[in-house]
């Protein structure tokens, strides 16, 4: 059957036809190999100029349709679509931008810019008519999920899901649930006792028939792809295999331990808060003089992040103390405190009048602890309101340290192809707009694995990575689009560059037999892990992985037609 194109050009209002000659464009277009029909419309995305397309696709009879207009982004979905409304496969759908690449960078030289987006017309006239149909690929996805971390943030994903009629598999590394919360004695801004909080959850969890926990459970190594991972597991000294559809990395993080700082270590009144809490468990006796130092390892060259809430947690331990003994001195020793939203602000109010003193000290004149034996005794502080150092009496000294990244996250890294960030911290696919997702299909993330986060947080996170994990289980299947690459076996040199720069890890090896007796090693993609980046085929010295919609002869038409 002969090619027959149509070309649809768009104003986008003044945004293209207030500099480009629009009409002047269509005209020309209609010179161009087997393009059978053009028009220019005001906005080609409006109701007209869509069903423009689709009644254009019945009576000229086209099996191939360029839009030039303004963004793919946003609007090549909504062409595609409608061009399989008119009974024409989306993939051989071409999209032109003539707004970004054109209108948009040349408004002050009109007359180049009509020539430009005549020769961007005629690249995407030369690609569109080498473009071969194709369908949307469909890969089963089963109902269950693994969840690797058993704090607040995995239990509260565990619990969503397996009330959704979801199966759980939760691993967790140590012979208990709960995570650092079972060491934290009351929570802020309520101060509750944390077991009120921690253990009905726990129990939940512990009962729910939709849930098997492994205690003292290691992952070992995860294959697969969204729908259909399997992860080797050990436990009770054995190994064994999950199957699983979707994955939560909520592995948490752990407080840092500060070694060699403010005589932990030398002094056994030296406690981090974690260490505090842990100790005291809200019997204070014996403590009628309390300092606590913030920013203890953070915010450092080596450290440059804000723990976020070890402020409040300090204030937490501080008006506690004040609580159970209001003639007890407890100070702050801060560099700025960070108390952020209206709860935070308000208890570091209640804080100030419960008469928790609150003393700045800068990184130049640190805290000095001074000691006899392995007591500490002194802090002496510079107080820059003042002007002057103070020497201040302390039965304990409390360092408040950040949370640092667990310590298995670069191993997970590696196994699950999930990236970490320069702290050691996971890093979701986009901080603003997708916050729980990772860039690999199906797997995500929650809690303080993230980032250093309160409860309240990571419950949230915990829900939104459940939820978000819930979608394609519920779908049963997901659906991806064909634009991925594909290794041509007889070409393929196995090189392995392709399998080394996936991002997505989405190349692997396989075996493929030339012989009755022989086999040979080539690149093979996952379809169900391929995300199109083209990465593979870029750097193929073989040309032996191609990508659909993008493979070198289609490259190549558009390359010559520019210099037609
Ligand atoms: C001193 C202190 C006081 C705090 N006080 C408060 C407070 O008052 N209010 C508040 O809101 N927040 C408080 N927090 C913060 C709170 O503890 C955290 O927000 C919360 O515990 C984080 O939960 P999580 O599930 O993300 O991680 P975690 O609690 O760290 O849980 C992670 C779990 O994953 C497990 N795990 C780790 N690696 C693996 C692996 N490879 N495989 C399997 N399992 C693994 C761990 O053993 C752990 O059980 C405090 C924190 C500290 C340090």
Redesign the pocket.
Request: with cysteine; proline share 2%.
């Given at each position: 059957m002969s090619i027959r194109i149509g070309v649809f050009i768009c104003h986008c209002g003044t945004n293209i036809g207030g500099t480009v000659n629009v009409p002047e464009v269509v005209k020309y277009a209609a010179t161009l190999p087997d393009v059978v029909h053009t028009e220019g419309n005001l906005y080609t995305c409006s109701e007209d100029g869509l069903s423009s397309i689709r009644n254009q696709i019945e009576e000229q009879e086209l099996n191939r349709v360029v839009v030039a207009s303004c963004t793919p982004r946003t609007h090549e979905p909504l062409f595609k679509k409608n061009c399989e409304l008119a009974g024409l496969n989306k993939y051989l759908f071409e999209f032109v931008n003539l707004r970004e690449h054109c209108s948009w960078v040349h408004m002050t030289q009109q007359d180049d810019a009509t020539d430009k987006a005549k020769d961007l017309v005629r690249m995407g006239v030369a690609k569109v008519s080498l473009l071969t149909p194709a369908e949307d690929l469909s890969t089963e996805v089963l109902p269950s999920s693994l969840i690797?971390?058993?704090?607040?943030?995995?239990?509260s994903a565990a619990l969503t899901l397996a009330n959704q009629g979801y199966h759980v598999e939760l691993?967790?590394?140590?012979d208990?649930?709960?995570?650092?919360?079972r060491?934290?004695n009351?929570?802020?801004p309520s101060n509750v006792p944390?077991s009120d909080l921690i253990d009905p959850l726990i129990n939940t969890v512990l009962k729910h028939n939709n849930i098997r926990v492994h205690f003292q459970?290691?992952?070992i190594d995860v294959k697969g792809f969204i729908g259909n991972f399997t992860a080797t597991i050990k436990e009770n000294d054995g190994t064994g295999e999950l199957k699983i559809g979707t994955i939560i990395v909520?592995?948490?993080?752990?407080?840092l331990k500060p070694e060699g700082m403010f005589g932990y270590h030398l002094f056994k009144n030296v406690m981090?808060?974690?260490e505090f809490?842990q100790q005291y468990r809200g019997d204070y006796s014996g403590l009628k003089d309390v300092v606590m130092i913030n920013c203890v390892g953070a915010r450092t060259d080596d450290m440059p992040y804000c723990g976020r809430?070890c402020c409040?947690?300090a204030m937490?331990n501080a008006i506690l103390l004040k609580e159970a003994d209001p003639e007890a001195e407890v100070t702050i020793l801060q560099r700025d405190i960070m108390a952020f939203g209206k709860v935070f602000e308000e208890y570091y109010q209640e804080a100030m009048q419960v008469g928790v003193r609150f003393v700045r000290y800068t990184v130049d004149r640190l805290p000095e602890i001074n000691g006899v034996g392995n007591e500490a005794n002194k802090v002496r502080v510079y107080h820059e309101l003042m002007g002057r150092e103070l020497e201040l009496n302390a039965d304990a000294v409390i360092l408040t340290t950040p949370?640092v990244p667990?310590?298995?996250n670069q191993t997970?890294s590696r196994m699950m192809k999930i990236p970490v960030g320069n702290e050691g911290f996971f890093m979701e696919a986009h901080q603003k707009l997708r916050p729980v997702e990772f860039p690999a299909d199906g797997i995500f993330i929650?809690?303080?694995?993230r980032y250093?986060?309160?409860?309240?947080?990571?419950i949230s996170q915990?829900y939104a990575a459940a939820a978000k994990a819930a979608a394609p289980m519920s779908q049963g299947r997901v659906v991806t689009e064909a634009l991925i690459a594909k290794v041509n076996p007889v070409m393929c040199s196995a090189c392995g560059r392709c399998v080394e720069i996936c991002p997505f890890g989405a190349i692997d090896w396989t075996d493929v037999s030339v012989s009755p007796k022989h086999t040979r090693r080539i690149a093979a993609v996952n379809q169900a892990e391929c995300k199109g980046c083209g990465l593979c085929a870029a750097s193929c010295l073989s040309s032996a992985v191609q990508l659909k919609g993008f493979t070198d002869e289609e490259i190549l038409a558009m390359v010559s037609a520019t210099i037609l």
């Open positions: 690797i971390g058993g704090g607040i943030s995995g239990l691993l967790e590394k140590r208990r649930l709960g995570g650092l919360l060491d934290v009351r929570v802020f944390t459970a290691e992952l909520a592995v948490g993080a752990n407080e981090t808060q974690l809490e809430f409040i947690t937490k949370l667990a310590e298995d997970l929650a809690g303080c694995a250093p986060t309160e409860i309240v947080e990571c915990g």
